[in-house]
């Protein structure tokens, strides 16, 4: 075999080589691509349903702000990365408007979610703006003391709900009298008061579910011994809507709660 023709085939072999190799690289980066596409426009869709999907005065001024720009920051990296789509530009336009007049707003009324399947999608979307926050952080896009500030914020809010979808369940519980249930759900959410009260911040709350639960206890043992002296067992009844000290219990939870949660850095 020639020199010349050893020469060809070793040629077109490093040829070949160099295309394959170029042709994987073009492949690998064509689909880290759509993947980033596909993470931005899920994180995007997210953070427009946690925007436009809840009550206004859910999110606090600052977390709203923050919403905005996080949207903001999709639309950028997607019109970057998909140029032809002008709905890119036209939600990018939207949101620094919206993040424009949201600066004028006074602080709104805070409140409180009672639907469980909006608190369950409030905690998934509240745990994606957190991580966009340590994203931020580990970019050096915001400081260190913005960065506790906006986790601070969204652990209570995450708090919170998770309280209001325990108490929910424990008034719906009492309301067709499953008592028992009902202290069941109020003992969920003084553990996870509890959990986050290194500051004592939470004492009189928990102290109040305490004074809840006992009275809630109370008739239940009061019902036991009822169907015990009757030889059956009969139902627990529902609470009388007369029975003004569990009502003033709760009214109090139900003011130092909100107390609580209006607390944060900003104020």
């Known amino acids: 075999m ?14 070949l080589a160099g295309y394959l190799f170029l042709s994987h690289s073009i492949e690998k980066k064509r689909v880290q691509r759509q993947r980033l596409i596909t993470a931005l426009r899920a994180r995007r869709n997210s953070f427009r349903d946690l925007a436009t999907g809840f009550p206004s005065g859910f999110l606090s001024n600052d977390l709203t702000g923050l919403l905005y720009r996080a949207l903001i920051d999709c639309c950028e990296q997607l019109s970057r990365l998909e140029p032809n789509d002008q709905t890119h530009t036209e939600n990018l336009n939207l949101y620094t408007n919206l993040l424009a007049a949201q600066k004028e707003n006074a602080p709104q009324v805070k409140v409180r979610l009672d639907n469980p399947q909006q608190i369950k999608e409030a905690n998934q979307l509240l745990q994606e703006l957190n991580k966009f926050v340590a ?6 896009n915001i400081n260190q003391v913005q960065t506790e500030a906006y986790t601070d914020q969204i652990t209570r809010l995450m708090l919170q709900i998770t309280v209001d979808g325990h108490v929910f369940n424990a008034r719906q519980a009492q309301q067709i009298g499953k008592l028992r249930l009902a202290v069941h759900h109020y003992a969920l959410a003084r553990k996870a008061l509890a959990a986050d009260n290194g500051s004592h911040l939470f004492d009189k709350q928990i102290a109040q579910l305490d004074a809840i639960m006992a009275k809630l206890q109370e008739k239940v043992e009061v019902n036991s011994e009822a169907a015990a002296s009757e030889g059956e067992a009969a139902p627990a009844k529902a609470p009388a809507t007369g029975d003004q000290t569990t009502s003033k ?16 850095i900003y104020d």
């Open 2 to 15: 020639s020199a010349y023709v050893i020469a060809g085939i070793f040629l077109s072999l490093i040829l």
């Open 135 to 140: 994203q931020q952080a580990a970019l050096r």
């Open 249 to 264: 219990e709760w009214r109090q939870f139900d003011e130092e709660n909100d107390k609580w949660k209006k607390k944060s």
